[in-house]
């Protein structure tokens, strides 16, 4: 991409700032909710864009780990989700339950960053939260 065109994360995170701080103080009611929507939307994909490729390969990694082969990810997590339900993976495996940990943590900083710790998955548990 040329040194004069910006990424698509930052025109994305551009819109998403002009519509927080420009528009939406300009607005009431419903048009109010739906920018405020939208510009969350905004930032969702601009944390999409910004960290899946990372989480993709990770998790491909720990999948291929647990199934003791490569293959893609979709496949590879159908494969988990057979041997979980048909008993031939145990759900004790800490592997797996690191995988899982990993996994969710990994999503929640793209949907819902502020509820993703951001250490290990289980430095940081809310009171009362089971291992």
């Known amino acids: 991409m040329s040194a004069f065109v910006p990424d698509a994360a930052t025109l994305l995170q551009a819109a998403a700032d002009y519509l927080e701080a420009e528009l939406l103080p300009t607005l009431a009611g419903y048009h109010r909710f739906q920018t405020r929507i939208s510009a969350n939307v905004l930032r969702t994909v601009v944390r999409e864009l910004q960290l899946r490729p990372a989480q993709h390969a990770a998790e491909r ?39 899982l940990r990993r996994t969710l943590r990994e999503a929640l900083a793209i949907n819902h960053p502020n509820w993703a710790a951001p250490d290990e998955p289980t430095a940081s548990k809310p009171p009362g939260a089971r291992a």
């Open 61 to 99: 990694e720990r999948l291929a780990a647990l199934l003791g082969h490569d293959g893609e990810p979709a496949a590879l997590q159908a494969e988990l989700a057979t041997a979980i339900g048909d008993g031939h993976q145990p759900l004790d495996d800490p592997a797996l339950i690191d995988h």
